[in-house]
């Protein structure tokens, strides 16, 4: 089974933790990206044998953090994958911000590239461990010469070196959106998660 045909029953949402956050006929109207009146969710009674599609899931147009408090929770999808996400996501932006002539900095592209040999299976996770401080070390610089969009930019990379490939994934993306708040980047990153889960084995 493809891990976009693998399903999460509310009983998977209960032991997740979703419902200190949200109500159960909240997270029923998640794969609809509808956002439901308490009121009416004290009404809803919901069997924890209730499925949803992961695809379904993440394809979903309910808001976005939403997806990532998901893609957060170790055990929900590959540890791979977010990894992946967060590569792609870093990358991007660093890309953008190169083009707006904002930010080129040789110890955040090295981050990446070490980022991507992980990925191969070059390197081992702990081998990241001086590049997120180099990057650390690079927002500290960007911060005090008062650059905060170069700033932003070297978190997104320091967050995809994160030694846990899901506090790197959602905090990469938080980044991401931090410095790109419109439709067409949140549409991105949307799809660049999308696409990496339905083309999971």
Same mark, same amino acid.
């Given at each position: 089974?493809?891990?976009?045909?693998?399903?999460? %029953?509310?009983?998977?949402?209960?032991?997740? +933790?979703?419902?200190?956050?949200?109500?159960?006929?909240?997270?029923?109207?998640?794969?609809? +990206?509808?956002?439901?009146?308490? *009121?009416?969710?004290?009404?809803?009674?919901? %069997?924890?044998? #209730? $499925?949803?599609?992961?695809?379904?899931?993440?394809? %979903?147009?309910?808001?976005?953090?939403?997806?990532?408090?998901?893609?957060?929770?170790? +055990? /929900? !999808?590959?540890?791979?994958?977010?990894?992946?996400?967060?590569?792609?996501?870093?990358?991007?932006?660093?890309?953008?911000?190169?083009?707006?002539?904002?930010? %080129? *900095?040789?110890? /955040?592209?090295?981050?990446? @590239?070490?980022?991507?040999?992980?990925?191969?299976?070059?390197?081992?996770?702990?081998? #990241?461990?001086? #590049?997120?401080?180099?990057?650390?070390?690079?927002? !500290?610089?960007?911060?005090?010469?008062?650059?905060?969009?170069?700033?932003?930019? $070297?978190?997104?990379?320091?967050?995809?070196?994160?030694?846990?490939?899901?506090?790197?994934?959602?905090?990469?993306?938080?980044?991401? !959106?931090? /410095?790109? *708040? *419109?439709?067409?980047?949140?549409?991105?990153?949307?799809? $660049?998660?999308?696409?990496?889960?339905?083309? @999971?084995?």
């Amino acid at each position: 089974m493809s891990l976009s045909d693998q399903t999460l %029953s509310i009983a998977d949402f209960r032991r997740l +933790g979703a419902f200190e956050l949200y109500h159960e006929a909240e997270v029923k109207a998640f794969v609809a +990206g509808k956002d439901i009146a308490a *009121d009416a969710a004290a009404q809803e009674e919901i %069997s924890d044998d #209730l $499925c949803f599609r992961l695809g379904d899931m993440f394809a %979903s147009p309910t808001k976005f953090p939403r997806l990532l408090w998901l893609a957060r929770r170790p +055990g /929900l !999808l590959p540890e791979q994958l977010v990894r992946q996400f967060a590569f792609e996501v870093a990358s991007e932006c660093l890309n953008r911000l190169s083009k707006e002539g904002v930010l %080129s *900095d040789i110890r /955040l592209t090295a981050g990446i @590239a070490a980022v991507k040999a992980h990925l191969k299976g070059e390197r081992h996770v702990r081998s #990241l461990e001086p #590049l997120h401080r180099a990057a650390v070390q690079a927002r !500290l610089d960007h911060q005090e010469h008062a650059c905060e969009r170069a700033s932003d930019g $070297c978190h997104a990379v320091e967050a995809a070196l994160d030694p846990s490939a899901y506090e790197a994934a959602a905090e990469t993306a938080y980044a991401f !959106l931090g /410095l790109f *708040d *419109d439709t067409e980047s949140e549409a991105w990153i949307r799809t $660049c998660l999308r696409e990496l889960i339905q083309n @999971a084995d």
